[in-house]
């Protein structure tokens, strides 16, 4: 039988054109050890702003043994998910007089032409910089902790409406245990509009983060080694529906999460201790798409390597 190529040709430019496309999506860790400038960058809250990606992490040190080493923030940027800008150090909390110990899982949020950068220091406090840009200069929002918890992440919905989330299992703002929490922010960005809220009826372990799709308000938090999530229609719902596993446990890494549509397309941010010479307190930023049932439910992230 004679095969006609020309006819097939576009068919197997297609087949050749999503392979490539799949391995380009899939340059993970973000950083690699080899290039100038490389830091352990952790915890990864990806935002996008003006149409680019930005990644803001906490840093680990080179010689890292612990957590308690960490102390300030890079920003990693990019505007196709290929190449990436890695901005280093942008933000040294300690360097404020009311700013010290630990410094654990950042994010950031833009409103009233402001971008918004909250850490948490002394592993629990809530400081907050500001800046005209995603990536700093970064000045002092506060000259105080705002409110105490663990791993805060904010979300600004459609309305403008801004709500700041994390879990309580370090402080007792709640009920006995540890859960998902929820509160208003007020219109300045930096002081609570009400009450911490529990959102979801099980306990869980950290890592915290809140995302919006379609109507449908998404939460996200470990509880021990694995991932789950909690789906809802309102963002401070009493309580959250518990839908199942978003990602296993990271390699060599307790897990932590973010998750962003860009160009049309969803992923998840996390971070693993097993690249780059890596370890439990050394880890690395990555990426993966994430895949949505008609539903809305999502299915269950699978980790992956590839160099650049």
Not at 149 to 162: K, L
Request: aromatic share 14%; with cysteine.
């Amino acid at each position: 039988m004679k095969i006609n190529l020309n006819k097939r040709s576009p068919l197997l430019f297609l087949v050749f054109f999503l392979v490539f496309a799949l391995k380009l999506t899939a340059q993970n860790p973000i950083l690699s050890k080899n290039e100038n400038g490389f830091v352990y960058a952790a915890d990864p809250a990806a935002e996008v702003f003006n149409g680019k990606v930005y990644v803001y992490c906490s840093r680990d040190v080179e010689d890292a043994v612990s957590f308690k080493t960490m102390q300030d923030y890079v920003v990693l940027e990019s505007s196709d998910l290929k190449t990436w800008i890695n901005h280093g150090v942008v933000l040294e909390p300690r360097k404020y007089s009311w700013a010290n110990g630990q410094m654990n899982a950042p994010d950031v949020a833009y409103k009233n032409e402001w971008y918004y950068f909250y850490f948490p220091f002394d592993k629990t406090h809530i400081g907050v910089s500001k800046s005209k840009t995603p990536i700093g200069p970064w000045q002092e929002a506060v000259t105080e902790k705002i409110t105490t918890i663990f791993d805060p992440t904010v979300f600004v919905d459609d309305d403008g409406q801004a709500y700041i989330y994390g879990n309580d299992h370090k402080v007792n703002i709640g009920e006995k245990g540890a859960h998902i929490m929820g509160a208003k922010l007020k219109d300045n960005m930096t002081e609570l509009d009400g009450p911490w809220i529990r959102l979801s009826e099980e306990t869980v372990s950290e890592a915290v983060h809140v995302f919006k799709r379609n109507g449908i308000y998404y939460f996200s938090a470990r509880v021990g080694p694995t991932t789950k999530y909690w789906m809802a229609d309102n963002p401070l719902p009493q309580y959250a529906t518990l839908k199942g596993k978003l990602a296993g446990d990271a390699p060599k890494a307790p897990n932590h999460t973010s998750a962003i549509e860009f160009n049309n397309e969803w992923y998840l941010f996390y971070h693993r201790g097993d690249v780059n010479d890596g370890s439990f307190h050394k880890r690395s930023a990555c990426f993966d798409k994430m895949t949505f049932r008609e539903d809305g439910t999502i299915i269950p992230i699978e980790y992956t390597l590839a160099k650049k």
